[in-house]
């Protein structure tokens, strides 16, 4: 059975950082497309970093580029999002999700994804 669950969420000051963690049971994750996701309140999910299985590659948005990180540890089958220099506009429930297909590419819109977590609450205010 694939889980996907996501921790580390919580409330900083603009300026902060926190860490996300996605930890992956059923299929390793290493060999699937895999990504971030984000959804504001009364806002469409939208997509913030992915990792590409077929050649590596990872992927930003352009309002997270310079300050996030996507990473995995294969050791540990988990994905991070290490979010630097945060802004109000980065509150959002964040979710992981992978892809079904082995050696898939990732893609930062919600639709090829398969698998999805319960997502984590993040919080950016003074």
């Known amino acids: 059975q694939v889980q996907l669950v996501e921790s580390g969420g919580g409330s900083v000051q603009p300026g902060g950082s926190l860490r996300l963690s996605c930890a992956v049971s059923g299929f390793t994750l290493y060999y699937y497309g895999i990504g971030w996701f984000r959804q504001a309140p009364g806002k469409e999910r939208e997509g913030v970093s992915c990792i590409s299985a077929d050649d590596g590659s990872s992927h930003y948005a352009d309002s997270v580029k310079g300050r996030f990180t996507v990473s995995i540890d294969s050791g540990k089958n988990t994905m991070y999002l290490q979010m630097n220099s945060l802004e109000p506009e980065d509150t959002a429930v964040y979710f992981c999700?992978?892809?079904?297909?082995?050696?898939?590419?990732?893609?930062?819109?919600?639709?090829?994804?398969?698998?999805w977590g319960q997502g984590t609450q993040v919080t950016v205010s003074s």
């Open positions: 999700a992978a892809r079904s297909r082995i050696y898939s590419d990732c893609a930062l819109r919600p639709i090829p994804y398969d698998y």
